[in-house]
């Protein structure tokens, strides 16, 4: 996902999916479907299963409003490219490696850039580790306690399909199918 693009969330009140898209239209959703009760919701980033706090007070306005707050930038000016979404970092190399990246075309940034693209397209098995660790984050906040839970867990590191669809069976319908479908490229079933 772009730095700057907004975060797509799904949200949760109980074993009950509600709501789901852009963090801003999600949380205008639920506060206005739930109003007070809003507070008892879960929100995951959709693509790693991590929580995301919202500051449900107030009116479903003020909870955008909050959400939309520019962030106050930690430091003014400096280099990179922030519209683009390019952040200026320290790299520590080697003097033989400064004269390479010094060789090659583009220049050190953009070796590094296409070196780093290159190596996440050649690492097959990130995607399914990404996979296995976003659907274990949603599984354990949702499913920790339901029947067949360590059992479809372990199906999950074991790549076991069958396995993981019939552990998953009794879960609440929205829990049990958000977590499939979090799995699906675990078990190469990925759309």
């Known amino acids: 996902m772009h730095p700057l693009s907004p975060i797509y969330c799904i949200v949760f009140h109980h074993a009950r999916r509600i709501a789901a898209g ?6 205008r959703a639920t506060s206005e479907q739930l109003g007070e009760r809003a507070a008892e919701v879960q929100v995951f ?8 706090d919202v500051d449900w007070r107030g009116t479903a306005e003020d909870v955008v409003a909050r959400l939309s707050a520019e962030p106050v930038p930690l430091a003014v000016g400096g280099r990179g490219r922030p519209k683009l979404g ?23 940034s953009v070796t590094l850039r296409r070196l780093v693209d290159d190596a996440r397209r050649a690492d097959t098995g990130a995607a399914r580790r990404r996979a296995q660790e976003s659907a274990h984050r949603f599984m354990t906040a949702l499913a920790g306690d339901a029947p067949g839970f360590e059992e479809a867990l372990r199906a999950l590191y ?24 979090l799995a699906a490229t675990v078990f190469g079933t990925a759309a």
């Open 158 to 181: 074991a790549s076991d399909a069958a396995g993981f669809e019939r552990f998953t069976a009794l879960w609440p319908p929205d829990v049990r199918d958000h977590a499939r479908s």
């Open 45 to 52: 980033d959709a693509e790693t299963s991590k929580p995301i």
């Open 22 to 27: 852009p963090l801003a239209e999600a949380a």
């Open 86 to 108: 390019v952040v200026a970092r320290e790299v520590t190399l080697l003097p033989r490696h400064w004269d390479w990246l010094a060789e090659q075309r583009g220049g050190a």
